[in-house]
């Protein structure tokens, strides 16, 4: 994995356990960045949901 699908992968702004997880899809369960870039867009409508 080279530093740009590092860069596309993990989002500063989450959690690091959510970071790991979008890891995990990545290298663990061979999900696409196009795949995890929506994951990530949800999990950052779920958190700013909750803490509302």
Do not use: H, Q, W
Not at 36 to 41: L, R, S, T
Request: glycine residues 6%; positive net charge.
């Amino acid at each position: 994995m080279d530093n740009k699908n590092l860069d596309a992968l993990f989002d500063e702004n989450l959690p690091c356990i959510l970071n790991d997880f979008l890891g995990y899809l990545y290298t663990v369960k061979g999900k696409s960045l196009n795949t995890i870039d929506g994951y990530k867009v949800d999990l950052r409508l779920f958190l700013k949901y909750i803490k509302k």
